[in-house]
């Protein structure tokens, strides 16, 4: 059973900066794939980015592509998410979430994630 806690939200200006941390236990991390999705008030769930049980590759939405940048430190169970010129769109509860890496990867694909964590706040001012 892996858990994953997220941290690192809060209120930031719009074209400010944050950065979300995602803290695995209770697993082998460089087993899964790890990815961070989103969901605003009164909107579905949606994917944001996810990064390769290596750390190899990466991929994001194109709503964030250029902005967001996804990256992660298997020794430590780690998982972050750099986010600049921040926008009033991505206010969002922000959750990772992580994918066993042996059956393929599929990064957008919600359901195919096994764990997720609790999520974390980001509210971006205009």
């Known amino acids: 059973q892996v858990q994953l806690v997220e941290s690192g939200g809060g209120l930031v200006e719009a074209g400010g900066s944050l950065r979300l941390s995602c803290v695995g236990s209770?697993?082998?991390?460089?087993?899964?794939?790890l990815g961070w999705f989103r969901q605003a008030p009164g909107k579905e769930r949606e994917f944001v980015g996810a990064i390769n049980w290596s750390g190899g590759s990466g991929y994001y939405a194109e709503s964030v592509k250029g902005r967001f940048t996804i990256a992660r430190d298997n020794a430590k169970n780690t998982m972050s998410l750099q986010m600049n010129n921040l926008k009033p769109d991505d206010t969002a509860v922000y959750y990772c979430a992580a994918d066993w890496s042996n059956d393929g990867w599929y990064p957008q694909s919600q359901n195919k994630y096994d764990y997720w964590g609790q999520g974390t706040q980001v509210i971006v001012s205009s």
């Open positions: 209770g697993g082998t991390f460089s087993d899964y794939h």
